[in-house]
C-alpha cells in the first residue's frame, strides 16, 4: 500500500472521507476509478460531506470523469441493482482489474496483530511501516514473473472469450445488433448520467414462491376490507392452507430421500431419527387435513379409500391438492390460488437448478486444476455430492409444479403457460 490510516473503530464515513481527499489533495488525474467494499452506499452525498472538509481537501469533481466500483469478490454479496451498476466488468478503460488489490495485504498483516497490539503508538507505527515496506518490496520484485504469468493466461483465454463472442454474434440479427450496441454506447459515453437507462440491468421481473404468498395474502387482504371473507378457519385462509400443503409436499421429498439412502446397515441412530421425523410429519399432516376438509369436503372419501395406520410411509401419504383431485368438487378458488404458487414454484426450482448447474460446473473445474492429494479429492468429492443432490432435488420441485400446472391448465382455460416453462427431460 502507498497509505495506511487509523481508524477508532470501524469504517466510519469520516474517517474514509478525510483518508480519501487527503491522498487525492496533489492528484491531477483526470478520470478517477474508485474502488472500495461499500462504495455503492459510501459514494452518495459524498460531495456534500466534502464541504465539511478543510478547504485544502476538496475536489474539483465536476472537471473530473470519476467512476466508482464495488471489488469483484465482494459484489456478488451485493444486491442485483449494484453488480451491473458499480461492476468493473461492465466498464471499459478498466482491463480486468478485480479491486481486490488493497485486501490482498491483509493475509500478510493480520499476523503482525499479535505483537502490535502490545506496542505504544510509535513502535506500531515504526513496525507496520516495515512490513507494509517489506510487502510493497517483494510485489514489486515479483511483478515480472506476475505479469509474465498474467499474459500468458490473457492470450488463453483471449482466444477462448473470442470464439464464444464471434459465436454468440453470428446467430444476432443485425437489427438486434445496432440496437443493443446503441444502447450501450450510449451508457458507456455518460458514466454518471443516471438519467441514461442501464443496458445491462435485467429487465425480467422475477417470480418467486414468497412474492406470490405476498400477492395472495394481499388479495385476502382487500376482500376482508370490502366485507368479503372466505376463510373457513379462523387461523388458515385458504392461499395458507395451500401453501402449507405444499410444504407439507416438499417436506415430504426430503424425508423420502433421507429414507431412500438409509441402505441395508444403517445404524440405529440414523434409523431412530427417521422414524421420529415420520412422526413429526404424520402428525403435521393430520392437523392440516382437518383444515382441508373444511374447504374440501370430497377429500373425506379419497382419504378413506387410501387410509393407513403404518407410520413407516409418512412421505407416501396423498395430501390430494386441488391439483390431485381431477373431476372431484374443489373450490375453483382454490384451484387459482395453487395455480399461482406452483407458477411460482416452478420459477423458484429453475432459478436455483441454474445455480447448481453453475456451482457444479466451477467446482469441477477448481477441482481439476487446483486440488491433489487424496483428502482434497475426498473433500471435493464430498461437495459435489451435495451439490449434485441439490440439483436432483429442484428437479423433483419442477417436475412436481409442472405436473400440477398442466392438470391445472385445462381446468382454469390456462393457454399461454408454456411459453417459458417446458417439460423438463433426463
Known amino acids: 500500500p502507498n497509505g495506511v490510516g487509523d481508524l477508532q473503530k470501524g469504517e466510519k464515513y469520516l474517517n474514509m472521507d478525510y483518508l480519501f481527499f487527503s491522498s487525492l489533495r496533489h492528484s491531477t488525474v483526470d ?25 485544502s481537501h476538496h475536489l474539483n469533481y465536476v472537471a473530473r470523469t470519476i467512476r466508482f466500483f464495488v471489488p469483484k469478490f465482494h459484489l456478488p454479496a451485493h444486491v442485483s441493482k449494484c453488480q451491473t451498476i458499480f461492476s468493473f466488468n461492465f466498464t471499459r478503460f478498466v482491463g480486468r482489474t478485480d479491486g481486490e488489490a488493497p485486501e490482498r495485504g491483509w493475509s500478510n498483516i493480520n499476523p503482525v496483530a499479535s505483537s502490535t497490539k502490545a506496542m505504544g503508538p510509535g513502535c506500531r507505527r515504526d513496525t507496520l511501516d516495515d512490513h507494509f515496506g517489506d510487502w ?29 463472442f464471434e459465436e454468440f454474434d453470428s446467430v444476432i440479427s443485425s437489427e438486434n445488433r445496432m440496437a443493443w450496441k446503441a444502447e450501450m454506447e450510449a451508457w458507456e459515453e455518460n458514466p454518471n448520467d443516471t438519467t441514461v437507462t442501464n443496458p445491462l440491468e435485467p429487465k425480467g421481473i422475477t417470480i418467486t414462491q414468497a412474492s406470490a404468498r405476498l400477492s395472495l395474502a394481499q388479495l385476502e387482504a382487500e376482500e376482508l376490507e370490502r366485507g368479503v371473507d372466505l376463510s373457513l378457519h379462523p387461523d388458515v385462509s385458504p392461499s395458507v392452507l395451500v401453501a402449507s400443503g405444499m410444504d407439507l409436499e416438499e417436506e415430504q421429498r426430503r424425508l423420502k430421500v433421507v429414507a431412500d439412502n438409509l441402505g441395508v446397515h444403517a445404524t440405529d441412530t440414523q434409523k431412530l431419527s427417521v422414524l421420529r421425523t415420520r412422526i413429526s410429519l404424520r402428525r403435521k399432516i393430520d392437523s392440516w387435513r382437518q383444515t382441508q376438509l373444511l374447504y374440501v369436503p370430497s377429500v373425506q372419501v379419497l382419504v378413506t379409500a387410501s387410509a393407513t395406520s403404518d407410520l413407516d410411509n409418512a412421505e407416501l401419504i396423498k395430501l390430494w391438492l386441488p391439483s390431485a383431485l381431477n373431476g372431484n368438487a374443489c373450490d375453483p378458488h382454490l384451484q387459482h390460488i395453487e395455480w399461482e404458487l406452483r407458477f411460482a414454484q416452478a420459477h423458484d426450482a429453475l432459478e436455483e437448478l441454474r ?13 481439476r486444476e487446483w486440488i491433489r492429494g487424496q483428502g482434497a479429492n475426498t473433500r471435493a468429492q464430498n461437495a459435489l455430492t451435495r451439490v449434485h443432490a441439490r440439483q436432483a432435488a429442484c428437479v423433483k420441485r419442477y417436475r412436481t409444479a409442472w405436473g400440477a400446472l398442466k392438470r391445472l391448465a385445462p381446468i382454469l382455460k390456462k393457454v399461454d403457460w408454456r411459453g417459458r416453462l417446458q417439460d423438463l427431460s433426463d
Open 136 to 164: 510493497n518490496w517483494k510485489k514489486v520484485v515479483g511483478l515480472g514473473s506476475f505479469l509474465l504469468l498474467k499474459i500468458k493466461e490473457a492470450q488463453t483465454e483471449k482466444a477462448e472469450h473470442g470464439a464464444a
Open 355 to 367: 445455480q447448481c448447474l453453475r456451482v457444479h460446473c466451477s467446482l469441477l473445474n477448481f477441482k
Open 31 to 55: 478520470a478517477l476509478n474508485v474502488s472500495y467494499d461499500i462504495a455503492c452506499q459510501w459514494h452518495k452525498h459524498l460531495w456534500s460531506r466534502m464541504l465539511s472538509l478543510p478547504p
